[in-house]
């Protein structure tokens, strides 16, 4: 009896100092929204994927004759200003040319060898006459060709403020609608940069036999900003 009044006693003197709940804190009052900016930019700079494709009865046979038919592409690009910084073996293969698919022995009637380049033209008003100069001097596959810009750190700065101005306006426009007001910024992401993949063509940009048009880039940047509300 005693050791149970002892143990009611101690319950007694420990639950006055156990910590009272705290009440949840109130939600804070934010508004979220996602802002983007487009700066457009004519290019600087061009890029050019091309390559030598030769065959040959031996696979020594076709690697011989490619690099020799890259060896003087090559050298036609460096005559034509391009500097070896901006010469870069991008896809090297060889590969058996097989025949008789429709039959059950297929046969190896020769090997095919490819060497792929990829240039930047850092003069764009040149690219017409480097192409040409290249598929002269035997490059006869073109994989594909770009407009960039040499820096384009500096555009891309500018739609990332033009995004977070967009944002600010979008949030005005909700808070109002809402009726309160906004408040200072509680957080804002990059949701990163990129380039439009479709310019607006504007002018010509080589005389030379291949026409080329380099047109204008559209720089692309998207961000998201949280506002508070104000009281």
């Known amino acids: 009896m005693r050791a149970l009044s002892a143990l009611f006693l101690s319950a007694a003197l420990i639950l006055p100092l156990a ?13 979220s929204v996602t802002g983007t900016g487009t700066i457009e930019a004519a290019p600087d700079m061009a890029t050019l994927m091309i390559g030598v494709t030769t065959q040959g009865t031996t696979a020594a046979e076709a690697l011989t004759a490619n690099t020799a038919a890259t060896e003087a592409v090559i050298a036609r690009l460096t005559a034509s ?24 022995t ?5 090997y095919v ?8 033209v ?3 008003d040149t690219t017409g006459a480097v192409l040409d100069a290249a598929v ?45 007001s906004v408040g200072t910024v509680m957080s804002i992401t990059d949701n990163g940069a990129m380039t439009d993949p479709a310019p607006m063509y504007r002018e010509a ?11 204008e880039l559209g720089l692309v940047a998207n961000v998201s900003v949280t506002f508070a509300i104000a009281d």
Do not use: C, H
């Open 205 to 215: 940009v080589s005389a030379a036999p291949v026409p080329l048009v380099g047109g």
């Open 122 to 124: 850092r003069k764009l």
């Open 136 to 180: 002269a001097d035997g490059a006869n596959t073109l994989n594909g060709l770009t407009f960039g810009l040499a820096d384009p750190e500096p555009a891309y700065n500018e739609a990332r403020k033009e995004a977070v101005a967009d944002a600010k306006a979008k949030a005005e426009l909700l808070a109002a609608a809402a009726g309160v």
């Open 113 to 120: 060898a490819s060497n792929m380049l990829t240039v930047r």
């Open 81 to 104: 200003g391009i500097e070896a910084r901006d010469m870069q073996t991008s896809n090297l293969s060889i590969n058996p040319n097989w025949t008789g698919y429709d039959s059950s």
């Open 19 to 31: 910590a009272p709940v705290m009440a949840q804190d109130a939600p804070s009052r934010t508004i």
């Open 106 to 110: 297929p046969t190896i009637s020769g």
